[in-house]
């Protein structure tokens, strides 16, 4: 009985965190919020000058990701004996680390106004969760970012997170998501980050690896399947990162629309590949995106079983 307890914990974990994000959205004060400020004072002390070294990112980042994920340990290793604590702390971590909730309302606070007509209040909208330009995007340019930011954050702030959780507990989850964030800040091939960015970025890449490839499978397989596939076999080694690249061409294939392409970045214009098939996204997409994803989380809790039941036979 308590081996089958240990096995179905993740999954209600899971179902809580998630019912919890459900009724209340982000925590008001967000940990991740925290985080991101100390990482950003943080870089400006290790990389003023903007010419640090790949091991003055490593240490910036083990002195912002070790105190945290060693903290969440220690509490972990001492509610673990009480089954009711140790469910109620893995919820709380769980939903830090989550942004499913968050994700649906920023995409839908952009193709509300892109439906009817506004541009200008859905470029404004999609500026605050993306880094491109969005000034002088056009309708079906704002709606297939909005599409390439849904997917890929399905990634990085749900399926991802669910994974390591299961995979490691909430220590793991945690780890996952401040690596991730890190990336966010640091991770981009410009003169400022090149070097110092390099060890959060190859670290997120590692992290995301398998995941990455169970969400692009989970797309796959709960929308145009036959396209998904064809489109990640394809398209994937033209897009520059390992991870969301798979994400992408599988979900973009499976809603059988078109993503990505040329896009500025601080009035630099970036070769993007163009990812997935059919034609350009328009604002429709958006919600069939939500809803895709919505659908993949359906195959992650009994993958979630999955993996805690190899877990407990690796520990046994």
Excluded at 32 to 59: C, K, P, Q, Y
Excluded at 171 to 196: C, K, P, S, V
């Amino acid at each position: 009985m308590i081996a089958l307890l240990v096995i179905l914990k993740p999954v209600l974990v899971a179902l809580l965190a998630l019912l919890i994000d459900r009724l209340f959205g982000e925590p008001r004060i967000h940990p991740l919020i925290w985080f991101g400020n100390a990482a950003s004072r943080t870089e400006r002390w290790f990389n003023s000058d903007h010419n640090a070294t790949v091991l003055s990112g490593f240490v910036a980042t083990m002195m912002l990701v070790m105190p945290p994920v060693v903290l969440v340990i220690v509490i972990d290793c001492h509610v673990s004996s009480v089954m009711s604590l140790s469910i109620l702390f893995d919820c709380l971590v769980l939903w830090f680390v989550i942004g499913w909730q968050s994700l649906q309302q920023h995409a839908r606070a952009i193709s509300t106004p892109l439906v009817k007509g506004n541009l200008d209040a859905a470029r404004a909208q999609l500026a605050k969760i993306v880094s491109r330009d969005t000034k002088n995007l056009s309708d079906k340019q704002v709606a297939a970012s909005t599409v390439e930011s849904v997917l890929e954050n399905g990634h990085d702030s749900l399926f991802a997170s669910l994974f390591w959780y299961a995979l490691l507990g909430p220590a793991g989850a945690l780890l996952h998501r401040l690596i991730n964030t890190l990336d966010a800040m640091w991770g981009y091939r410009t003169e400022r980050y090149e070097r110092f960015g390099k060890f959060s970025a190859r670290m997120d890449d590692v992290l995301g690896f398998l995941s990455a490839r169970l969400t692009a499978f989970g797309y796959a397989i709960v929308g145009a399947s036959q396209s998904a596939f064809r489109c990640w076999i394809s398209q994937v080694g033209s897009h520059p990162s390992p991870n969301a690249g798979v994400v992408m061409a599988a979900g973009a294939g499976a809603l059988e629309t078109k993503i990505g392409g040329p896009t500025f970045y601080d009035g630099v214009l970036k070769e993007k590949p163009w990812l997935g098939a059919g034609a350009p996204a328009v604002a429709a997409d958006i919600e069939r995106t939500i809803i895709l994803v919505g659908k993949s989380l359906l195959l992650w809790l009994p993958m979630i079983i999955l993996i805690a039941l190899l877990r407990s036979t690796a520990v046994i």
